[in-house]
């Protein structure tokens, strides 16, 4: 049987284990409200970044966790290694900020107290010569769901949850397009040098329940296809649109998509067509965890096996991405993390020869970036990070 294990989410590690931030209240906001800011005339950054010259080698980092003292161990990981980036939480899973908007900001309402200086936080990435990426969770959103149940999916006239007790909006929604755009162009304004955009997708198994929740199709009502090409033009557009409106910013964007979703023609449910938006970003990460697929590539037991099942997979990925006229860099995210929710004999403990495993499967087929993952920011020690010579 050949199937990919959705654990729950985009990138989540099922042991991680975050303080929560108090549901803010948020008023209904009117699409003029978001889209009225015009672009800074003549915007400059307020930092100075490189791309780093061997490619992105980054860490997820929460928000909670740039604001206590393990985040100044993870600016000496990334100090004393080869990796040069971190991926940091904008706006998270649950919808919220993770900084304080200025008053009067229409998102000032969802703003949350861990990043408590954003300019401070970017001052110290400018002089470690850290990249900065900031990650905005897109269309998995509690708070905007249970605001505004007119741009989510509702069932017996209320907001509609999965067995996890998450709450998606709409992705037919253009509102929904500009109110997170509009917040990633706040992160390219505090100066992050690439926004990546997380959760791009319809709810998981959506093709299951697409006849039972109430939702609107928007400006794709009238449009003469199934429900399946429907979804795929609504997060293909979303994610065209986001490039064009950060255009002016001089930011890259990036999308976070299923590992899975490169080795079929579209992931019918969650609309995802992985040469689709890979045409439309600078950067494209599949979530290709070990642990995360179950037979696969005639591997049985994949999170056994990281070697492997990466090397399949990057094989496969250059050829859907060679095809492309506008081919991305690959930035995928690998597992730095033991995934003993597996079950004995299906796992086993991660370490510095998992994760060199990972990244030496994809050096050898030509993939030199990558994005190590921890729900926890806890990663291994001593891990050699150094791309192999060709």
Known sequence: MVSFLLIGCSNQQQTASEPKQAAAKMPEKEKSELAEKPVPEGFKSPFSFDYPEDGVKGIYVTGPTV???RFDELLKLVDSTELNSMVIDIKDDFGLLQYQPEEGSPFEEIGGPYIKDPEKLLKTLEEKEIYPIARVVVFKDNHLASERPELSFTENGEVWKNGRGESFVNPFMKEVWEYNVEIAKEA???GFKDIQFDYVRFPEGFETR???LEYSQ???SDVDKDNVQKRVDAVTDFVAYAKK??????VDVSVDIFGYSA???????????FSKISANVDAISSMIYPSHWTSYFGIEKPDLQPYEIINEYAKHENKVLDALENRP???????DFTASYLGAGNYKNYGKAEVEAQIRALNENGIDEF???NAANRYTKGVDYTPLTP
């Not at 860099?329 to 597992?335: A, E, L």
């Open 67 to 69: 604001s206590v003292s």
């Open 188 to 190: 390219a304004k505090m």
């Open 210 to 212: 697409d006849s039972t």
């Open 218 to 220: 928007g400006d794709y």
């Open 245 to 250: 409106e950060l255009e002016p910013y001089d």
């Open 263 to 273: 080795t079929l023609p579209e992931a019918p449910g969650i609309g995802q067509n």
């Open 329 to 335: 860099v690959s930035r995928p995210w690998i597992q």
């Open 371 to 373: 994005l190590l993952w």
